[in-house]
């Protein structure tokens, strides 16, 4: 088995960050890739008022970035997956 190559910042770290902040601190600090939780991308859209376009849109003005783990919850992956 070899050395990991990319660096993924694990949600857990920045739990209750609002989703911009994250992704710049993931992007400023060189991550390759992020964890997403179910519950990030629920209060993303309910308290932060963004939508998955506006997500992937971040993600894309701060990237390349790769989602590294969608959570656990199936309806969340699914819409994520479009990111």
Do not use: Q
């Not at 992704?23 to 992020?34: N, Q, R, T």
């Not at 990030?40 to 008022?49: C, D, N, V």
């Amino acid at each position: 088995m070899g050395v990991a190559s990319e660096l993924v910042l694990y949600a857990g770290c920045l739990a209750g960050t609002p989703f911009p902040k994250y992704v710049a601190c993931a992007a400023e600090s060189g991550f390759d890739a992020v964890t997403v939780w179910p519950l990030m991308y629920r209060r993303a859209i309910s308290r932060e008022g963004l939508d998955p376009a506006t997500m992937r849109r971040i993600f894309i003005n701060e990237g390349p970035f790769a989602i590294a783990a969608l959570g656990d919850d199936e309806h969340h992956a699914t819409r994520l997956s479009n990111l």
